[in-house]
């Protein structure tokens, strides 16, 4: 019995995946919801109820979904998100431009697929590298 990397087969690269795909599209329309049912607000306090609303009820979403997601990408999105439309809706009566909001969301949204598609074989190799390497071995 060898003990070799080369002998051991390369394990194929799973497709990519949705769920984490689908979890980052969610929060982005969430995000985008969020800033449409600001816009017609006018008092302070409704701002405040409502952030409180969308912030709860998206990390209950993470708080749930965090152990199936796969990728660090999908966490880091999901948290920035939360701590986004908790700044945005606590600054929403100084900085109220609904038009901006919405393009920055969909700002963010790109630049999460973007990171998805890219960092998704990175973190694939070095999830093998790892496996292959065992504890403790350092590779």
Not at 13 to 29: N, Q
Not at 45 to 72: G, H, N, P
Not at 122 to 136: K, L, S, V
């Amino acid at each position: 019995m060898s003990d070799n990397i080369a002998d051991k087969p390369v394990p194929s690269m799973p497709p990519l995946k949705r769920r984490d795909l689908l979890v980052g599209i969610g929060f982005s329309a969430v995000n985008a919801a969020a800033h449409l049912v600001w816009n017609p607000i006018v008092d302070y306090w409704q701002y405040v109820v409502t952030t409180i609303v969308f912030v709860s009820a998206l990390t209950f979403w993470l708080v749930k979904e965090w152990r199936r997601l796969d990728l660090f990408i999908t966490r880091f999105y999901c948290a920035a998100v939360i701590v986004d439309i908790f700044a945005e809706g606590l600054l929403q009566p100084f900085h109220h431009c609904t038009f901006d909001n919405l393009m920055c969301t969909g700002r963010m949204f790109i630049v999460f697929f973007a990171a998805w598609l890219l960092v998704y074989p990175c973190e694939r190799w070095f999830q093998a590298r790892r496996i292959a390497g065992g504890p403790g071995q350092g590779v």
